[in-house]
């Protein structure tokens, strides 16, 4: 995708559909990915913290999730064509997941929330294949990242908010080539 850069974060420019047909394809292939869904708190955060700013330029695809980017897009005069938020995207992508036998592997939020997801995507999606799931309020990280590993997911979605998860991607994404996805408060909205 081509890229529109906003405070100095490339985001790129495309739409919900196009960017989930890139990766539907590389999940199939095995690719390396990172993926940040930043809304206009992540830019003000990354602005005053280069070592945030710099783990953002690591990433490969970075999304507008949030109407103030949108916005600011527009008035720039480089205008986005609409917010890619990681709801809709963690959504999408655990229905396709499903359908593609894709294994997938859900780490955040607190213990009874992460339950609750489990018991709800269980109910819902019978299809989905959960490699794992661990909540995110963990003290030994070195273990953690070992049973993401033994797990063997396709897909890896992070819910342990903005920054923490994006420093733990891009610390630890070479350990498995995978999507790695962060979406910060989803897991609460999962569990309704
Ligand atoms: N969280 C976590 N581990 C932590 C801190 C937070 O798993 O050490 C979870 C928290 O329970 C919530 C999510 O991360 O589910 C943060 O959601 P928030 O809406 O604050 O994040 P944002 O969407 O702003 O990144």
């Known amino acids: 995708f081509d ?22 394809q590389d999940v199939l292939a095995h690719q390396n990915r990172f993926v940040v869904t930043a809304n206009p708190e992540i830019l003000m955060y990354a602005r005053e913290h280069p070592d945030y700013q710099r783990v953002l330029h690591q990433a490969d695809y970075i999304t507008p999730d949030g109407i103030g980017v949108i916005q600011g897009a527009q008035i720039l005069g480089t205008p986005l064509p609409e917010r890619i938020t990681g709801y809709d995207t963690l959504l999408s992508l655990l229905q396709w997941g499903a359908k593609h036998h894709q294994r997938l592997f859900l780490l955040g939020a607190k213990p ?5 997801v489990v018991a709800t995507l269980k109910a819902t999606t019978p299809n989905l294949v959960l490699a794992g799931a661990l909540d995110g309020y963990y003290d030994n990280e070195a273990a953690v990242v070992d049973q993401i590993v033994a797990a063997k997911p396709d897909m890896i979605f992070i ?16 350990r498995v080539d995978a999507l790695w996805m962060g979406v910060g408060g989803s897991f609460d909205v999962l569990a309704g």
């Open 112 to 116: 009874a929330v992460l339950k609750q």
């Open 3 to 24: 890229t529109i850069s906003i405070l100095n974060v490339p985001f790129i420019n495309t739409t919900n559909r196009a960017f989930l047909t890139q990766l539907e």
């Open 159 to 174: 819910a342990t908010g903005f920054p923490k998860q994006e420093f733990f991607i891009a610390k630890y994404r070479h």
